[in-house]
């Protein structure tokens, strides 16, 4: 009779252990909804200045505008390079800027 009545009270305080880290998980998942819903928001990710539109050159401005272009655009992939770095953008928008500064 004994045994039977220590596997009943195994069985109760299983069953109490459960509902308790049940209503644990659950208070704590609330409170890390409310701490997320409190953090800073994800700043927006800044557009890059427009590349300048390519004019048809004259023959003597031909080697200028080639080299201004270029240097506009390794600035604009400087600064979207130090943006990734930071962790502002993800490797896929990364890559999206990428092929827009580079087309």
Not at 44 to 64: K, N, T, V, Y
């Amino acid at each position: 009779m004994s045994f039977l009545r220590r596997a009943g009270r195994v069985a109760v305080a299983s069953s109490i252990h459960g509902n308790v880290q049940r209503r644990q998980r659950t208070r704590w998942a609330a409170e890390d909804q409310a701490r997320a819903a409190q953090a800073q928001p994800v700043p927006p990710i800044p557009d890059l200045p427009p590349l300048p539109p390519q004019a048809a050159p004259a023959a003597s401005a031909a080697p200028a505008a080639p080299a201004a272009s270029m240097d506009l655009k390794l600035e604009q992939l400087t600064k979207l390079g130090e943006l990734k770095n930071a962790g502002v953008l993800t490797k896929a928008e990364f890559e999206t800027q990428k092929a827009r500064i580079l087309a």
